[in-house]
């Protein structure tokens, strides 16, 4: 498993938002986080990423415990983030941009270039400064970002958001380059039939608990399943 999450509990100040979560997520597949809103799902992300530190249990990466490490150091280890709002510095160009991220790494498996070509409009935006971009561009750039950390692990957090329909087919064309590459990830969604297109396996969310987990398929082609868990048809 390239993570597992063990039974996490994680708060904010006293209230309780996640309870005895797990999950594990095996190398070079695609997992989906699904659930509603407020159900969670950011939680868990910040959780494995040690931006609001879980309570009690573990989050193992790549078969070492990461749970009480300093942020920087578990994406240091080598897991990616691409977050809702992409958190891009707006007044630095999109080179500049990926510089930074590829200084902050360790390993350099992706330089910045073969970063950039893994979506072919990105290499004409290189000198644009982030904040002229489109949406869509700038989930591109917070992709390649991810990619210049040469992650074995990329989290996802509602990539589909606000993006148009062929921008949303290019993201998720991209998660299973990635695939190919080796890479993992773990993609949050509440559109459950956008991120079952392209994940292995899945868990549902709801109030903070993990109420299913397995195989995307068998949610993908089980309609009275999808709609008992999620509301959704
Ligand atoms: P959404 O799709 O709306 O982001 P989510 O499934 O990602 O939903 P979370 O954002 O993880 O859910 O929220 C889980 C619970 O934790 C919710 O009840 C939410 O109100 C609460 N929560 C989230 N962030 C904070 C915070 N900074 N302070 C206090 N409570 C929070």
């Known amino acids: 498993m390239i993570l597992e999450v063990d039974a996490i509990d994680t708060y904010y100040g006293e209230t309780q938002a996640l309870f005895g979560a797990s999950l594990a ?15 969670g799902k950011t939680t868990m992300l910040r959780s494995i990423l040690g931006l ?40 630095l160009s999109v080179a500049r941009n990926l510089a930074i991220a590829q200084k902050r790494t ?19 935006l290189m000198e644009r400064d982030c904040e002229n971009l489109s949406g869509g ?17 990329v989290l996802f957090d509602e990539p589909s958001q606000g993006l148009a329909p062929k921008i949303v087919g290019d993201v998720l064309a ?18 459950a039939e956008i ?11 709801d109030r903070g608990r993990i109420v299913w987990t397995g195989e995307a398929a068998a949610l993908r082609e089980d309609r009275g399943l999808r709609q008992r868990l999620l509301g959704v048809h």
Request: charged share 25%; with cysteine; hydrophobic share 45%.
């Open 195 to 205: 991120a079952l297109s392209v994940a292995d396996h899945a868990a549902v969310l």
């Open 106 to 124: 360790r390993f350099r498996r992706w330089t910045v270039k073969e970063a950039s070509e893994i979506f072919s409009p990105l290499a004409y």
């Open 174 to 191: 991209t998660i299973t380059r990635m695939k190919q590459e080796g890479i993992a990830s773990l993609v949050v969604e509440q559109n």
């Open 25 to 39: 997520i095996a190398h070079a597949k695609v997992f989906a986080l699904l659930g509603p809103n407020g159900a």
């Open 137 to 153: 561009e700038m989930q591109m750039v917070a992709i390649a970002r991810a990619l210049v950390g040469s992650p074995g692990l």
């Open 52 to 91: 609001t530190r879980p309570r009690r249990g573990a989050v193992r990466f790549d078969g070492r415990e990461v749970t009480r490490e300093p942020t920087h150091e578990i994406a240091r280890a080598g897991i990616g983030w691409v977050p809702d709002d992409r958190r891009l510095c707006p007044t």
